[in-house]
């Protein structure tokens, strides 16, 4: 039945004759291209389905029954949205009114709702709670993964840096013929194997004193070397 209705149709958005899914909601024939686009508008603003599909219900075949391409744009029309931005068309409150009473009348529900104002019906959605709070989860997911990786890298850093501090440590132990056992350095080092990223300053500043008062000192003893 789609199928025989889409052969006297064209895309509603392109006018492309190679149709390949409906817009249940706002009872509209598209080609694939256009279906494409509508499936980042989200389902509230366009629930795209194939022609060719198994799960055709009573409620979505009324929609396309009810509903067509010159229907919706005549709708449109009085707003004067038809040369708009699919997206500008498809998320106003204009077309928003037509999907609500499109499918009261699909359901066969009364629908008393009054219809939108031309300026107030050439306004954009604003986006749902239930959008909203996916957007949240979404940058929230981001935001985790983003921090996931730092603290990988991070951590990554940090024990570098302590394993690169430990070497040197040993080394200038080795070479002064002294030890090493202080707890500031130990728990500089700890620290900066867990990740924290603020305590190569503090590394690098100690090791560089450290090493400057081992060149000094070995200088010293040359000196005292070349004066016997």
Known sequence: ??????????????DCPQLTHVSLNNGVFLCENCAEIHRDFGEQCSAIKPLVSDDWDDTSFLCM?????????????AYSLTNETPLKRY?????QYYRKRLEAIAKGVPFNETAPGVEEGREMLEASTEQQMYDEEEKKAALDTTAGKLGIQAAKAGTFLYDKGKVAVDFIADKGGFIIENPTVQSVAQTAKRGVLKVTDIIGAFFGNFASGFKNERRREEAGSDSI
């Open 1 to 14: 039945m789609m199928l025989q209705a889409a052969s006297k149709s064209v895309c509603c958005d392109c």
């Open 65 to 77: 029954r009810f509903g067509s391409n010159s229907k919706f744009q005549n709708f449109l029309s």
């Open 91 to 95: 998320k106003s409150c204009a077309a």
